[in-house]
């Protein structure tokens, strides 16, 4: 069964960093592109980042509001799948999930994000 565990949330000042990670289990990861998303209160789930599988060497796209700030990227030999950070802003204040676009249904719990002063 697929398992998505993100961790690495918290409370941190605008301008500031943080490093999400999510473990995934239950199937063959490396074969798999992954992204991250958020959804802050009132708003639908956005996707920020995707990773392409190993073997497209690792090709990455963001979203236009997280380009240059945010840095998706794995570690097959993990399992494990990163966000980094940095340059935080208030509107990226959301919980932050990690997906498998192939499997569809299965979502973590999320972590959440909370940039404030």
């Known amino acids: 069964q697929v398992q998505l565990v993100e961790s690495g949330g918290g409370l941190v000042q605008p301008g500031g960093s943080l490093r999400l990670s999510c473990a995934a289990s239950g199937f063959t990861f490396s074969r798999y592109a992954m992204s991250w998303y958020r959804q802050a209160p009132g708003k639908e789930r956005e996707v920020v980042a995707f990773i392409s599988s190993a073997g497209y060497t690792n090709y990455a796209n963001y979203a236009n509001s997280v380009k240059g700030r945010f840095t998706i990227s794995r570690d097959n030999g993990k399992n494990t799948v990163y966000l980094q950070m940095n340059s935080l802003k208030p509107e990226d204040t959301a919980v932050y999930y990690c997906?498998?676009?192939?499997?569809?249904?299965?979502w973590g719990q999320g972590t959440q994000v909370t940039v404030s002063s």
């Open positions: 997906h498998a676009p192939a499997f569809g249904d299965y």
